[in-house]
């Protein structure tokens, strides 16, 4: 089989090129595009002037965003002044209490939010855990917290000494330590409240209980236990479950019972005197400590993210978004994302109001941190309600 091999395939013999394959004379010269039009150059010149334009634009832009960064130190949660219209009445009216015992009853129930039933990022074990926190706290309110319901002072100071004389609140004087933030002030405890915490106690016998119930409704308005009341064996008994505490104590800690303000300053040199003799003992609820630091947490939290705006304000859908941990559980998208396997955000147990706050709810932290004074709310007319720090 021949395979047709010629001369031509040789590297020593060179076919000879056609003619309409020689090199092109003007092969050498540098090639170039047609003249551009007059109308063509101008437009450029737009367009190269508004490129240029706009990246003056935003090399501003980030210089104004890295001075507002180090001013508030990096993390900016909100760069603008909130225009102010006045004071915000949304949490009054978005609350429907008439009395002081609806509003004490009302704070007890909306402190804390439920438990996700799904995709909550907490075991069991954790959940246990939060909901045995709860059940210890103890039962009392604040008077500032009731003050921001009503809205209504004079009306609210005297249906509270009406309870007080008819026994069917205790007013308590707990001051806290350090600065403000971790005072709570002059509280409420219902006192029905404060018998059934006594009922369920485990390391009372029932006849110490029902003396100690005697005691607490003999004399509302005093602070104190009469001396001899109760035998040395049963004030240690007490004062192990966190019913009784020394005078002294109470001075050390900052944390006074009183019962009509009136009388607070009396009642307190009355109750130092006798403290000297070693005879009188002071009313309390059990797990204080932890009730403060939770509270003090909370109002920490909020003051601190307020403080990541420049002007130390912000809406309040956006700070109640940062207290949430920016979550979207219910959401159409969020369910869609999970079924499909993808990332739908972070579950609730990864955020710190669940891992420190114990699900503390954030509607509750904002009217404690408003009673206490920490924050203001006023009308903005533009993003909602905003909250500014004082």
Do not use: C
């Given at each position: 089989m021949s395979l047709n091999l010629t001369a031509a395939h040789s590297s020593r013999i060179k076919k000879p090129t056609s003619a309409s394959r020689q090199k092109n004379p003007?092969?050498?010269?540098?090639?170039?595009?047609?003249?551009?039009?007059?109308?063509?150059?101008?437009?450029?010149?737009?367009?190269?002037?508004?490129?240029?334009?706009?990246?003056?634009?935003?090399?501003?832009?980030?210089?104004?965003?890295?001075?507002?960064?180090?001013?508030?130190?990096?993390?900016?949660?909100?760069?603008?002044?909130?225009?102010?219209?006045?004071p915000s009445r949304v949490i009054t009216e978005s609350v429907a209490v008439s009395s002081v015992t609806q509003a004490i009853q009302h704070i007890q129930s909306t402190m804390f939010s439920d438990i996700p039933e799904r995709r909550s990022g907490m075991n069991s074990t954790r959940i246990a855990q939060i909901m045995a926190f709860r059940k210890s706290l103890p039962p009392i309110v604040s008077v500032a917290h009731v003050h921001v319901l009503l809205d209504e002072p004079t009306k609210v100071e005297r249906e509270i000494v009406q309870l007080v004389d008819s026994a069917v609140v205790r007013r308590l004087l707990v001051t806290g330590r350090g600065d403000g933030t971790y005072g709570l002030g002059d509280c409420l405890v219902l006192l029905d409240d404060w018998e059934k915490l006594v009922r369920n106690s485990t390391s009372l016998d029932d006849v110490l209980k029902d003396r100690f119930i005697e005691a607490l409704r003999k004399e509302t308005k005093s602070p104190a236990v009469p001396a001899?009341?109760?035998?040395?064996e049963e004030t240690a008994a007490l004062v192990r479950s966190g019913f009784l505490v020394t005078a002294s104590?109470?001075?050390?800690?900052?944390?006074?019972?009183?019962?009509?303000?009136?009388?607070?300053?009396?009642?307190?040199?009355?109750?130092?005197?006798?403290?000297?003799?070693?005879?009188?003992?002071?009313?309390?609820l059990p797990n204080m400590g932890p009730y403060l630091r939770l509270l003090g947490s909370a109002r920490t939290q909020i003051l601190d993210t307020l403080r990541k705006s420049r002007y130390s304000e912000a809406p309040l859908y956006l700070i109640r978004d940062r207290w949430d941990g920016s979550i979207e559980l219910n959401s159409r998208a969020s369910v869609?994302?999970?079924?499909?396997?993808?990332?739908?955000?972070?579950?609730?147990?990864?955020?710190?109001?669940?891992?420190?706050?114990?699900?503390?709810?954030?509607?509750?932290?904002?009217?404690?941190?408003?009673?206490?004074?920490?924050?203001?709310?006023?009308?903005?007319?533009?993003?909602?309600?905003?909250?500014?720090s004082i």
């Open positions: 003007f092969a050498s010269f540098r090639r170039a595009k047609a003249a551009s039009t007059p109308t063509a150059l101008h437009s450029k010149g737009k367009q190269l002037e508004a490129n240029l334009h706009q990246t003056e634009e935003s090399s501003k832009s980030a210089s104004r965003h890295n001075t507002s960064s180090s001013v508030t130190g990096g993390d900016v949660l909100f760069d603008e002044a909130l225009p102010d219209l006045g001899g009341f109760f035998s040395p104590s109470h001075s050390k800690s900052g944390y006074i019972n009183v019962g009509h303000s009136t009388t607070s300053h009396s009642t307190t040199r009355a109750v130092h005197s006798s403290s000297e003799r070693g005879s009188t003992m002071i009313l309390s869609a994302k999970h079924i499909r396997g993808e990332f739908a955000g972070v579950l609730p147990g990864r955020t710190n109001k669940w891992k420190q706050l114990h699900g503390l709810n954030f509607q509750w932290a904002l009217e404690e941190a408003l009673g206490a004074g920490l924050i203001e709310i006023f009308n903005t007319g533009s993003v909602g309600p905003g909250v500014r």
